[in-house]
């Protein structure tokens, strides 16, 4: 018999000046972690990470809309969480480039309250929310 992995779920706003949608009776993913109306980063191949936001999922796949307004399916394995708890200085991330639409890599060079200041190299150092940073293996 096939697992149910959706379930309802109660979202907790992150920080109150981060900006996520309230979704009514949100649906949440346990098999993977994600919920509708969580802003992700999506892999679109090597070095390339895009800002988008779950709106549905669809069996093994989830529904996105990108910053841009694009929509389309993505599968789970090629979404990562905006939610990286152990950053430390001279850390590599990937942070959100100041268009607000891709990720570049950097470094964390001072940690504040609820941001960090990102190193970009070959660009001016950009202040990131710490939901919109996420650090890869590699």
């Known amino acids: 018999a096939e697992e149910d992995t959706l379930s ?4 907790v706003k992150p920080n109150e000046n981060e900006v996520i949608p309230e979704v009514e009776d949100p649906i949440i993913d346990t098999l993977n972690g994600f919920y509708e109306g969580e802003y992700v980063a999506v892999n679109h ?7 988008a936001q779950i709106i549905a999922f669809d069996g093994g796949k989830t529904n996105l809309r990108y910053m841009d307004g694009d929509v389309n399916s993505k599968d789970f394995v ?3 969480k905006l939610d990286t708890v152990d ?16 990720f570049r890599q950097g470094m964390i060079g001072d940690i ?13 150092d950009d202040k990131v929310h710490f939901l919109r940073i996420f650090k890869t293996e590699d």
């Open 8 to 11: 309802k779920a109660v979202v």
């Open 45 to 51: 191949g090597a070095d390339s990470w895009y800002l």
């Open 78 to 80: 090629e979404l990562m």
């Open 87 to 102: 950053i430390q200085k001279n850390d590599r991330v990937w942070a959100l480039f100041g268009d607000g639409i891709r």
């Open 112 to 124: 504040e309250e609820d941001s960090v200041i990102v190193k970009f190299e070959g660009f001016e």
